[in-house]
Structure formats: structure tokens, C-alpha cells
């Protein structure tokens, strides 16, 4: 009995040894339903976008001196890029509400749909057109693509703004 016990206790030992580690990706694929401009929904699971930070649905951002919902545009944004199109998202971790923190793309533009892990793009383009920052706190990977939307004055960046960080401190 204690060998029997030995042998079901190492083999279990062993298996678990062969689970996906935390360092693998996992991909969650879908259709998503848009929170806002670094949220989104995915067979009932929350995702945010790893990497970004968009303006709040209620965010006031100032163009030309005249203010604008930055918020309500950068969700519609979202929603554009989406367009009804399934996405895969990859990720390792959640964050501290439970949420998946996903790097997201469409997926009909991939030929190896079982197989493939998403990069961000989806995550890249908001940023780099003006519709989210890189969220820097958590990740780099996309500051270059908000460095050249400020300089070419992309969304948000064509006038005055706080940071969705920042906004949330003043405001929430």
C-alpha cells in the first residue's frame, strides 16, 4: 500500500510537471464586446489590452480650445477597428481585478488560426493613431508608437489631454 501510494504520488508529481508554465501564452478567440477604448469582452471574460492606456468613456480632452468626449471616441475607435471580426487575444497574466491582460488581433488575417499567438497589433494601433498611450507603468513595448503619434499630432496628441491615469487620480 505505501509503494502503490509512492508511485500514485510521484506520478502525479510528474505530470504536473508538464503543465503549461507561466510563461507560455495562452489565446482566448472570439468575438468581443467593447467596454471602452482598452477593454473589451471575450466569451464572458474580461480583457484589457496589455500595454495601453485609453481615455475614459467621461474623459474631456481639449482640441483647437474646444473640449470633446476622448473617451466615448477612443471606445468608437475601438469599435471600428473590431469591426464585428473575431480577435485572438494572448496572455500570461491577469490583472489585480481578474481581468485577462491580452494582446489582441484580428484573427481572419491569419492563415494558421489554431496555432497562432497574437503580438498587439490591435493593441499597437490604438496607441500609434492617438486613441490610448502606452500604459509605461506596466510595459515599454509600445511607447515608440506614442512617440510618433505626438509628433504627428495623432488623436488625443493634436491638443490637451491628461494622461487616463492622471484623470482617474483627479477624478475617480
Do not use: H
Not at 491577469?94 to 484573427?107: N, P, V
Amino acid at each position: 500500500m505505501k509503494k502503490l501510494s509512492l508511485i500514485s504520488f510521484s506520478l502525479f508529481f510528474l505530470l504536473s510537471s508538464f503543465s503549461v508554465s507561466s510563461s507560455e501564452y495562452k489565446k482566448i478567440q472570439g468575438y468581443a464586446q467593447v467596454i471602452d477604448g482598452d477593454s473589451i469582452i471575450i466569451n464572458n471574460k474580461k480583457i484589457r489590452l496589455f500595454g495601453i492606456d485609453a481615455p475614459e468613456k467621461n474623459q474631456i480632452c481639449k482640441k483647437n480650445g474646444t473640449v470633446y468626449k476622448c473617451g466615448i471616441r477612443s471606445t468608437n475607435s475601438l469599435k471600428f477597428l473590431i469591426n464585428n471580426q473575431k480577435l485572438v487575444c494572448s496572455y500570461k497574466n491577469k490583472d489585480r481585478y481578474g481581468r485577462i491582460l491580452g494582446e489582441c488581433d484580428l484573427l481572419e488575417s491569419w492563415n494558421d488560426k489554431s496555432s497562432y499567438i497574437a503580438n498587439g497589433i490591435l493593441n499597437n494601433v490604438m496607441v500609434a493613431n492617438g486613441f490610448a498611450v502606452a500604459y509605461v507603468r506596466y510595459s515599454k513595448k509600445y511607447l515608440q508608437s506614442e512617440k510618433k503619434a505626438q509628433a504627428l499630432k495623432k488623436g488625443i496628441w493634436a491638443g490637451e489631454f491628461d494622461r487616463p491615469e492622471d484623470w482617474r487620480r483627479k477624478y475617480n
